[in-house]
């Protein structure tokens, strides 16, 4: 035993270990079972048994049959009054604490450490050689844990040792811990954080947190029901915290504050911290070690799942010197993945700071806008390519902003999408485009099919069904006449309860468009799954046919496939005549585009296009 101070001593482990294990860290493992008791043991075996007694010799001979009961780290004093300050600083798990003792008795310091919230953090068994029943009584109402008659029996001592440990670690797992995975909850999380940024900031090293979470968990989950998906997160949890603990990407770790470890935050969210890594981009090795571990077909419930994820990642001190920029940092790179690209990581950069706010900003902005009348549609027509007639008209959305003027969609949309907004805009979009359509009608105008823009957003919200139909009843348009667009997102997420979706509207009489086709994943072959009357070919094909090494021969095969499935093919973009030229060749059904007209006011289309029999021969087409 090594002496610290005449009055304090210090008692090494046995083997190799460093500082007192304070928060049962690295606890990430999952053990086999068998091996899951002997853990539990030999975690309890590594605690810090403090001792406070007047009697040297005491102390002594308690620490060798704590000894023989396998426990190996002690810190002791003679000196009672050093009780606080010892505790504070060598944070023990257990106190063993004599009553009797000149000057400072125990109660005094239990008293003492109640003031000072210590009682709840160390359990304290306290050491009496009375025998009378109300100073051991006395003990347990000031906070006591236990108690233990002197002179000590040896198995006693260590049977009392063990359940308050056991009672202790117990309690901190509870707190520290998340039941469903065994991983450290979001409290352990930040507290390792803490620790780890002031080590790195006091070393001037580098760490990083990584924040992650699994894309479309909500529905997995409905779909799943919750009992496999918490067999899904506990699977998702190993898989992550088997790349963690294969991280190579530290320094010599020299203690477990310093390994990297995984945390549960919340549902889906997990978070792995880095706490000394030698550059910033070795957090991006392990984001892909977590992508590709994760993406590893999952078998559940007699299905095989494909799961991915989206990663933040902060790192410090570049993106912040104190937990909770670190944290909210991470955070805001994980959303900026999921916006940027599903099953992605992304570093923190102070530019999404501004990207946020703005998107903030123009989203309370279009809150008003919608609320307060800023929206209007304007409308492109539709033509036929074989003899000009017009065929329809896409309703698009415009937001004349009272100090920034015309807002484009492309700009608004996406923002819409994110913070749901899209589902009352898109509802607004709807109404307006049906009471158009009641309006030319009833000024006997012949009027064409209306196409509106649904976003796959509302579809995932759930009552779009039910808000077309009652719109259609509201204004009084016939659902034959209104087209609704939908992206290829629609049919590539949530496909089997979109069909329905998409059947019920059809079998209302409303017509459904794939819009902007090409730009996403799915295939012809899929798309046949989907109750579908139009493709429209996404204008950057159409920008590039008739040149060479161009899209000429994609856009005539979609065109003779989509003709092959019954559908209507529009070409959408169409800015010059041998573009026209090219589809007219190919046996494209209807275009669109700049070169018969921009979108424009209902007032300007009206007078343009259905005060005429043949818009295209006018402009001379
Ligand atoms: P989209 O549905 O593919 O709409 C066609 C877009 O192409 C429109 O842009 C239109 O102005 C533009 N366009 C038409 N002809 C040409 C052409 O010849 N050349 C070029 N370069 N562009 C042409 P806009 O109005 O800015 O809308 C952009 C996108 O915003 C739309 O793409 C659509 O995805 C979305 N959007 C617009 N209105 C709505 C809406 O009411 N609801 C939803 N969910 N999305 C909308
Ligand atoms: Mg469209
Ligand atoms: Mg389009």
Redesign the pocket.
């Known amino acids: 035993m090594r002496k610290l101070d005449p009055a304090i001593e210090t008692a090494q482990p046995r083997s190799g270990g460093t500082t007192p294990q304070r928060d049962e860290a690295g606890d990430t493992i999952a053990a086999s079972p068998g091996a899951k008791s002997q853990e539990r043991w030999e975690r309890l075996r590594d605690a810090v048994i403090m001792m406070v007694d007047d009697e040297p010799i005491t102390i002594e001979v308690t620490q060798i049959y704590l000894e023989e009961a396998g426990y190996s780290r002690f810190v002791s004093t003679d000196e009672p009054q050093r009780t606080l300050d010892l505790i504070r600083s060598e944070r023990p798990d257990l106190l063993l604490l004599d009553v009797v003792m000149p000057d400072t008795d125990g109660f005094d310091i239990l008293h003492a450490m109640d003031e000072a919230d210590l009682l709840e953090e160390v359990p304290t068994i306290v050491l009496t050689s009375s025998t009378d029943a109300e100073t051991k009584l006395r003990a347990l109402e000031l906070g006591a844990t236990d108690f233990l008659s002197k002179p000590v029996d040896p198995s006693e001592l260590a049977l009392r040792v063990r359940n308050a440990l056991a009672a202790k670690a117990y309690r901190d797992r509870l707190a520290h811990y998340d039941l469903l995975t065994g991983l450290p909850n979001r409290q352990t999380f930040v507290n390792r954080l803490d620790w780890a940024l002031r080590h790195a900031l006091r070393h001037k090293q580098t760490g990083a947190a990584l924040h992650i979470d699994i894309d479309g968990f909500k529905q997995i989950n409905d779909a799943l029901g919750p009992e496999h998906a918490d067999q899904l997160l506990r699977e998702i949890a190993e898989r992550i915290g088997n790349c963690v603990r294969g991280t190579d990407t530290l320094g010599r770790a020299e203690s477990d504050e310093r390994q990297p470890s995984l945390s549960r935050l919340a549902g889906d969210e997990f978070v792995v911290l880095l706490p000394v890594i030698a550059h910033t981009s070795n957090a991006a090795h392990v984001a892909k070690r977590v992508l590709d571990a994760i993406a590893e077909p999952i078998s559940l419930a007699g299905q095989v799942l494909q799961i991915t994820c989206c990663i933040g990642i902060s790192t410090y001190p570049e993106n912040g010197e104190d937990v909770n920029s670190i944290v909210a940092n991470a955070s805001a790179a994980m959303h900026q993945a999921k916006r940027l690209q599903k099953h992605s990581y992304q570093y923190y950069s102070s530019e999404f700071n501004a990207n946020a706010l703005h998107k903030l900003t123009l989203a309370t902005e279009l809150r008003k806008a919608i609320e307060h009348d800023e929206l209007s549609?304007?409308y492109?027509p539709k033509l036929s390519v074989g003899n000009g007639r017009l065929c329809g008209a896409?309703?698009?959305?415009?937001w004349q902003h009272p100090e920034r003027g015309m807002v484009?969609?492309?700009e608004f949309?996406p923002v819409?999408?994110e913070t749901g907004l899209?589902v009352p805009?898109?509802e607004w979009?709807l109404n307006a485009?049906c009471q158009q359509a009641t309006a030319w009608q009833a000024a006997d105008l012949r009027i064409p099919r209306i196409?509106?823009?649904?976003?796959s957003?509302?579809f995932r919200q759930g009552s779009l069904l039910q808000t077309v139909a009652k719109i259609l009843v509201d204004t009084g348009a016939n659902a034959s006449q209104l087209v609704v667009?939908i992206?290829e997102g629609v049919i590539m997420e949530n496909a089997d309860a979109n069909i329905q979706i998409l059947q019920a509207m059809k079998a209302m009489g409303v017509r459904l468009s794939m819009?902007?086709f090409g730009t996403g994943y799915s295939s012809l072959s899929y798309l046949n799954r989907f109750p579908i009357d139009e493709l429209?070919i996404?204008?950057s094909f159409?920008?590039e046919v008739a040149q060479p090494g161009d899209y000429s021969a994609i856009v005539s095969a979609i065109i003779a496939m989509a003709h092959s499935m019954r559908l209507i093919v529009v070409a959408?973009?169409?800015?010059h005549q041998h573009q026209l030229q090219f589809l007219r060749s190919q046996g494209c059904d209807e275009y669109?585009?700049?070169?018969i007209s921009?979108?424009v006011p209902p007032e300007e289309f009206s007078a343009r296009f259905l005060a005429t029999d043949n818009p295209a021969q006018e402009i001379g087409s």
Request: overall charge negative; hydrophobic content about 40%; glycine content about 8%.
């Open positions: 549609l304007f492109q896409e309703a698009l959305v415009r484009s969609p492309g949309i819409a999408e899209i805009l898109g979009v485009a196409s509106v823009n649904v976003s957003e509302q667009e992206t819009d902007d429209k996404d204008r159409v920008a959408e973009g169409v800015e669109q585009g700049f070169m921009r979108p």
